[in-house]
């Protein structure tokens, strides 16, 4: 049975492990926070976990998951084991199991009384365009339907019950929008704020069903869920926060501008608008958010949950392949995959089974079994040695990828690319230069 229930358990081990940094100084939202969760990723200090935030009586916790060593301690496994229990969870998935009543409700503001003002939301860059909640797990489904599904996507505060919010071309959300648009009603949505890292880790996937019941397979048990008060929208019993609203039909207002996980600022964009219905926190509640262009932003959004079914499809085009990474110094839209290829054109088709994977994965490098692919180094060694340009480069023009991508247009169309940097057939022969390692402390 595992020990980590929600992100009070996980902050518990975080705390074993040395790594949860209690930040007890007074902070504010404007920017500071921003600045002292990028500072902790960078110096691998641990996650931040903000005590006393300036006019807020709620704490506030950052960067939980921008550290492999923090994936694992959440996942409850190696740092070498991620990879393949993602790719056993999702393929033996435990449905939640509803319950009449939880910790997310022991506080439950409605009506009139609702008021954003309440929650410490951040500004974090320095030229983003308001507060924006980063750290909120979407739990949606069909109008009409049972299915429901998790996801990340930014929401920009603009009044005590309204928020902007972007959503991809690409999301289930976005299909269960259109259809409740077409049909000119509102889809009800519930936000939610601080949870079992995993959650966080469902958000990120893409998965044909609950991505809860990827999370009850992880943990090996199923997760309880509550129903929202103002909707039909089951959530984790034992969330901090949830904000539950409605996107509105028909209604479309600049949002933005936010520090992406590309690294660089997005544009403002044209975007539906939410009507909040409903708060409801935990006493004691801890808000969780997540730097915009930070690691944790880029792990969660297109790395940790996106390996396992570039693997999955992979591994189909050829038993050859070894190993894949999804580079965080790629922003997710680069894939690395290493492989023992048996024909010439292998590495191109490996390639184009990892750019079908995810839409965000643009550029797809193939190298052979004697590169670190862990090592940019070694990469950058493959493709200055191995690569022809003119027969190993291909391209795939006018291809879907995330509309984020400054490379693509504002729908996400874009060129991708593939290289095969495997040896060649008339190099086969060449042997790779390796040492064997030794104990310097023998010789010193």
């Avoid at 506080?107 to 983003?128: C, E, F, M, Q, R």
């Avoid at 990827?214 to 901090?240: C, F, H, L, M």
């Avoid at 729908?411 to 991708?416: A, I």
């Amino acid at each position: 049975m595992s020990r980590i229930k929600d992100l009070r358990s996980f902050m518990e081990v975080m705390e074993e492990n040395k790594q949860l940094a209690r930040i007890k100084k007074e902070v504010t939202l404007n920017h500071e926070i921003g600045n002292v969760i990028r500072a902790c990723e960078n110096e691998n200090t641990g996650a931040p976990y903000f005590e006393n935030i300036e006019e807020s009586s709620f704490t506030l916790i950052g960067a939980v998951l921008s550290s492999m060593d923090r994936i694992a301690l959440a996942m409850e496994c190696t740092k070498e084991e991620i990879i393949e229990k993602l790719m056993y969870a999702l393929e033996n998935p435990i449905e939640p199991v509803k319950v009449e009543d939880g910790p997310c409700h022991e506080n439950v503001i409605t009506g009139d009384d609702v008021n954003l003002d309440i929650l410490p939301i951040p500004i974090h860059a320095p030229k983003d365009g308001g507060p924006f909640i980063t750290g909120g797990v979407i739990v949606s489904k069909e109008l009409n339907g049972t299915k429901q599904n998790l996801s990340f996507q930014r929401m920009q505060k603009k009044g005590k019950n309204k928020l902007g919010i972007m959503i991809n071309e690409w999301r289930h959300l976005k299909e269960f929008y259109d259809a409740a648009e077409s049909e000119g009603k509102a889809l009800p949505i519930s936000i939610v704020i601080g949870a079992d890292p995993m959650v966080y880790m469902g958000g990120g996937l893409r998965y044909d069903g609950d991505e809860l019941e990827v999370v009850g397979a992880i943990r090996g048990e199923p997760v309880e869920v509550v129903k929202s008060i103002t909707n039909d929208i089951y959530v984790p019993a034992t969330a901090e926060i949830v904000v539950e609203a409605e996107i509105l039909p028909d209604i479309r207002e600049k949002e933005g501008p936010l520090g992406e996980f590309t690294g660089h600022y997005s544009e403002p964009w044209l975007s539906p608008v939410l009507k909040v219905t409903a708060i409801t926190h935990r006493n004691g509640a801890i808000y969780q958010t997540i730097a915009g262009a930070g690691m944790e932003h880029v792990n969660l959004g297109g790395v940790v949950p996106r390996e396992p079914l570039v693997m999955k499809n992979c591994k189909y085009v050829s038993d050859g392949v070894k190993d894949v990474h999804l580079a965080p110094y790629g922003s997710g839209f680069l894939a690395l995959v290493k492989m023992k290829k048996s024909n010439p054109g292998e590495p191109k088709n490996v390639a184009m089974a990892a750019m079908i994977s995810y839409v965000n994965i643009k550029n797809v490098i193939v190298v052979d079994e004697d590169i670190d692919i862990y090592n940019p180094a070694d990469i950058l060694w493959a493709m200055s040695n191995r690569v022809v340009p003119e027969k190993d480069i291909f391209y795939v023009p006018n291809s879907q990828g995330h509309e984020l991508d400054p490379t693509s247009d504002s729908r996400g169309v874009q060129t991708k690319m593939g290289i095969d940097a495997t040896l060649n057939e008339d190099s086969k022969g060449m042997e790779r230069v390796v040492y064997d390692s030794v104990d310097l402390t023998q010789y010193f």
